[in-house]
């Protein structure tokens, strides 16, 4: 995995884990409380996300085979998810999350529902268990655990102000920036489904490619 493709993944599983609809959650399920309160919230999620991120990169494709799942398969899956998570984007309406989180605070909170399975959903794991896949070896696995890491420090500093995030932005451009992100999104989607079909059906790659 060179450079090009270590900041390529950086920032296709930071879209995925998507920082501007965690921002809004994090603010409604923090409301009400104090400032000390609200960083603690963004750092035991940003934590979790990290500790997931960094397992998946080394146990994940193990326990594909443990339940005997190909990599094609778990490919054309974990691009349909976040298809459908970029879609969620594309229409995102904050309601939701502000009704879950009236009355509820804590450390569970931050991890769940916030840290699992809103930012480190099936769709980011998806996406380090394909990386591991197509980028074999030792080192590489240390250099996507790197970049796993590097988006958990990434949506750290995003949580950790978002009541900084949330004066700057406002609604309307938090709801902005999540479209565009989910356009982004989509794109990631097609790409990583369309090689899943490929892995699948052989045939249908020489008929694209030839």
Known sequence: ?????????YI?????CSPFIA???????????????????GSVAAAAVTLVLVGVAWVGTSLLAAF???IPSFRLAGGFIIFLL????????????KEKGRGIFGASVAVVPLAIPL??????????IVAVTDNPGLWNQIYISLGAALVGLTLWVFLFFSFVWEKILGVIGL???????GLILAAI???IMAKGLVGLFPLLGQRLYS
């Open 12 to 16: 296709e599983l930071l879209v995925i």
């Open 175 to 181: 709801s902005i920036v999540s479209r565009i992100g």
């Open 68 to 70: 005997g799942i190909d």
């Open 23 to 41: 921002i809004p959650a994090i603010v409604n399920l923090t409301k009400g409380h104090t400032k000390a309160e609200k960083k603690r919230a």
């Open 1 to 9: 995995m060179g450079l090009t493709e270590f900041f390529q993944f």
């Open 86 to 97: 970029a879609l969620s984007m594309l229409k995102t309406e904050f309601q939701e999350e």
């Open 119 to 128: 930012i480190a959903g099936p769709g980011a794991i998806s996406s380090v």
């Open 189 to 191: 989607a097609v790409e």
